[in-house]
């Protein structure tokens, strides 16, 4: 069963059109030079706030993005169930204010960070993002978020830290899906450190110039584009540097179809399926499927990130 979104506050007006108009008033003061107050916007993120982000066009693509309806109830969110529809229909039990995220492992400065302080330093950018679903469906979602690198770099990973270790939150009573043993809870990810600092890793806390919705993974989740949406890991409470490559739920789960670094790669089916190419979501039943792009069409900005590296081994 298909879900419509809750009204958020201004009423009769769909979050989409709203964000037409403010893509139009963006472009608008940027013509004048006016730069955007983005600093103080997220005080806190109640589902539905709307955000004051500067649209990064070097870091969008021209692609034009889903709906809002598409992007918000097609989910993967296994704390939800698994049907698609079922984390738009279920994810309000999770309470995403206050929120707090605990910083560990190899670095100068760890331990809990609201994420009001979390974000605080940080001005809001928009990004229009191609997401890529292991599963060969695909979507173009415009988030909000921060650079994770800049983030990363405020606790001051030591030397040693070679990776990161997401984790999202473990409470069985909001999340219902974590009573079942379909995955080991809680919800793991992680990232070689450099592909964390890539400037297109993206933290995000809102799309389509709102908070995330909680089926999107409020309030806040990993973007990582030129991945498999897998990776891109939902309401994280825990970052963690870590020296050796951490297991992520998917690849804890089944070794052999999900690895490590899930790089979206036509070139490397998955066990029981094509990747070459994609259903693109929003495209209607009879649409052709898409041909899916090396690194989800961010190859230039991050194969070298693996150079030397034999990709279908290393998948
Ligand atoms: N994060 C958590 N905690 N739990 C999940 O089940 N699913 C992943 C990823 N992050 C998932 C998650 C998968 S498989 C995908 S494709 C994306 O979220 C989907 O993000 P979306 O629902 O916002 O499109």
Known sequence: MRHRPRPLTEQHVTPESLYLTRRHLISGLLGTGIGLAVGDAHASLPTGAVLHAAHNAAMSVSAPPNSWDDITTYNNYYEFGTDKSDPAQYAGSLRVTPWTVTIGGEADITGPVSLDDLLKPHALEERIYRLRCVEAWSMVIPWVGIPLGEVLRRFKPRS?????????????????GERSS??????????????????????????????????????????????????????????????????????????????????VNPAVDHPRWSQASERH?????????QPTLPFNGYAEQVADLYRGMDLRRQF
Not at 212 to 229: F, I, M, S
Request: aromatic letters at 12%; glycine letters at 10%.
């Open 160 to 176: 040693n830290a070679k990776y990161v270790r997401f984790t999202t939150l473990n409470d069985p009573t909001q999340m219902p």
């Open 281 to 289: 979501i929003g495209g209607g039943l009879f649409a052709p499927r």
């Open 182 to 263: 379909i995955l080991h809870w809680p919800y793991t990810e992680g990232l070689r450190l450099d592909e964390a600092m890539h400037p297109l890793s993206l933290l995000a806390v809102g799309l389509y110039g709102r908070s995330l919705p909680n089926q999107n993974g409020a309030p806040l989740r990993l973007v990582v584009p030129w991945k498999y949406g897998f990776k891109s890991i939902k309401a994280i409470v825990g970052i963690e540097f870590v020296e050796r490559e951490p297991r992520s739920a998917w690849s804890q789960a089944n070794p052999k179809e999900y690895g490590f670094y899930a790089n």
